[in-house]
């Protein structure tokens, strides 16, 4: 059932088992889990079925650190959440991805891969992807799925480019008819009853935009805010609660993460190669359309160079040569043999992981939004390393080209001198502000989880409302059946 | 006059497709080799000495005439 809390007839009907704060993909896609077991759920989401100006503009905030997207537009605040804008695309993490380093302090996860694989499947599903991460092909008109092709040296990533799903559309009906979930449109949640001996939460204020206040009451909460949100939440809740909501080591809203993006510039192929070759291969996908190509330094050049993960994207080339401007004035081209109508040429960027850095965080500002909540400013921070990661990265890729003949790469200059001051492009993924405390084991997570299923209270994944909706669909689910809670 | 002409009518058709078969191999085939023959490499470089120049990643040898070398890696 999908009510209005605007309306003046709407009012909360008893006691539910899950409260669930947030409509975007994490938290639709976990309401429609629990309906199938015997629990009443109550779904908040703190927008309408579409955009409205006075719900989008909660969400702005402040930029503090480096140069951002304004958050009230980084974001979208109504049912289905930011998947509104999402572009569709799926990337399957690498498995080292998930391991822990002893050079990058705080890196690592409590889990691997392999806990999550189980749950592949389902969140497949509801993204409507199938074979994810398998050999590229077309599932339907909207859908094709990209092949790992080869990974001896340098691995191509596994990208699915799906029809974005739009969770509030693509749900709704379900919505609608499940009988054990009763979604709320327009109610904010302002605050929470806490029991003072155990710690738990027992209820919550819900507010809508006609200044009027209603009560929920549920044995258990969960937030599925996103990233900046759910840090925000716990940081003023953690204020007036002596943080005890997970924020004793300090660490709630530390650690966020962005993915520094850099355009490359142009690099260019002159040579075609006849022996069956892994450059013979690179050379053919580079000229086709799709797959898209990226080339990312492999797990053991990562530890040996001491830098995190990264994607050296590299777009189709075409037959073209390079204009005065694209060459940078500069007459090595000309220097160059070869043949001037054999030359092909394309663009690149680079994609790269951030290294967690608690000085990079969500966090409150000073100011106040309608319902009196602190808003929230948003300090993002990169290290030398993430720099180091980027021009590493490309240089490799640039040695590569040189190495075997393919061809050269341009990357900026500013990089190439190290210059860690400047600005970056990002991908609005905000990742990393929800840590409790700084993980490193699998026990620590649980320890963790433990300490908020005994206050009633869980936060949702906050990776991937974006690039990685599968992986925050799955980690829903770890956590969830973890906990005995009925997820299949 | 009919009967005996149709043999030669389809013969004459058979030889047009293989021809068009032919042509349909052939080309192609012709055009890869005068591909092959246009493949015009960069050469190898085993170690390369890398510098960047109007924001190109190169190798010290990629220059000969002009442009001051920056910052050597």
Redesign the interface.
Known sequence: MIHNANSSEFSFQGQYDFCIIGAGPAGISLALELAKSESRIVLLEAGDREFTEESQELYLGELLGQEYADLDVARLRYLGGTTGHWGGQCLRLDDHDFETRDDIPLCGWPIRYDDLRPYEKGANEILNLTSFGRVRRALDDNLEVVTQRWSADRAFYDISNTEPIRFGPRFTGALETAEAIDLVLNANVTGVSVESATGRILKAKVENYGGQTHTVQANHFILAMGGIENARFLLQLNSKQNNQFGNQGDMVGRCFMEHPTQHC?AYFI?????SNSRYWQLERLLRRQKPEKAISPTQEFQLNSGIMNSTVHLDRLYRRPLNDQE??????IK?????KD?FFSGDAFIVSEQAPNPASRVLLTEGRDRFGQRKVGLDWQLLPIDTKTMRTS??EV??ML????????????KL??GQSNQAYDYSWHHMGGGRGCPIRRKQELWTEIVKFTEQKIYTLPDRASLLHPVMQIQRTRLYSSHFGLPII | MTDQNEPAKRITRRKLAKLAIAGTVIGPATWGVALKLKDNPLPEVAEPHLKIEGGWILDIDDIFNDGAIVNTE
Request: no cysteine; glycine share 14%.
């Open positions: 510039g002159t040579r075609r190669l006849y060459t940078g004035g500069s007459e090595f220097n160059l043999e070869f043949e054999y490309i240089v640039a040695r040189i190495r075997t003949g393919l061809g050269r790469m341009q990357m900026d200059p190439w001198e």
